[in-house]
């Protein structure tokens, strides 16, 4: 089945810092993968749309220059949390959708960061 | 805009019961349907989906039908485990996965 695998699952980090979160579709080419935030017993809020070779389209009162999201390849979306502060502390997961004419979102594990 | 209720929670049962999770949606044209799962501290996981209405998906014991006259898709289990502890989203999809609206979630609690 289709598997999407998020990298790092856990990552603390110092305020004022930069941290990269990966996220690969193993076994399938993603043209469109999602990037979502989750805060605590929250529902998922989706931050940005990241599409393979183009720029990433930011959701209303997500600050693009600080959640930087690169789609260089059909396997391959990051997101960049740059200048980390304690209040971008959240889980982060994202999705993809399998090729084109798939109804289907398949979800990272996710990952949690914390600033310090 | 489109948009997707689910019955607030939590949730708690005790084993063996049967769990009934409401969901509503609010949408132009024809969604696809679907119930995720999240365990503590893992990402999203697809339990079911129905595609047009009156579709029925189904997996692991639960079920849901595609009622596009109430506008619904509640989940259900006949008797449900522990193991079953988790949130649940309900979702809908338009335009092939382009456009993903989830609900708040419902957090169910199965007690032994």
């Known amino acids: 089945g289709a598997v999407v695998s998020q990298h790092p699952s856990w990552v603390i980090c110092k305020s004022g810092t930069s941290v990269k979160i990966e996220c690969r579709s193993l076994?399938?080419?993603?043209?469109?993968m999602f990037w979502y935030r989750q805060f605590p017993k929250q529902s998922l809020m989706l931050m940005a749309t990241?599409?393979?070779?183009?720029?990433?389209?930011?959701e209303q009162g997500v600050e693009k220059d600080k959640f930087l999201i690169n789609h260089a390849s059909l396997t391959l979306s990051t997101l960049t949390v740059t200048s980390a502060h304690p209040e971008d502390s959240s889980f982060y997961i994202c999705?993809?959708?399998?090729?084109?004419?798939?109804?289907?979102?398949?979800f990272g594990a996710g990952s949690r960061l914390t600033v310090l | 805009g489109d948009s997707v209720t689910q019955m607030e929670g939590p949730v708690t049962l005790s084993e063996e019961a049967f769990l009934t999770i409401n969901c509503t949606y609010t949408?132009?044209?024809?969604?696809?349907l679907f119930w995720y799962v999240q365990y503590p501290g893992e990402g999203l996981q697809l339990l079911l989906k129905a595609t047009k209405a009156d579709d029925k998906g189904s997996n692991k014991g639960f079920e849901a039908t595609y009622r596009k006259e109430t506008t619904s898709f509640h989940l259900e289990k006949g008797s449900v485990q522990v193991s079953d502890s988790a949130v649940y989203f309900c979702a809908l999809s338009k335009n092939y996965g382009q456009n993903f609206v989830f609900g708040p979630g419902t957090r169910l609690s199965v007690l032994p």
């Open positions: 990241s599409n393979e070779g183009s720029k990433a389209t930011y």
């Open positions: 076994d399938f080419q993603a043209t469109t």
């Open positions: 949408a132009t044209g024809y969604p696809s």
């Open positions: 999705s993809a959708v399998r090729g084109s004419g798939a109804n289907v979102l398949t």
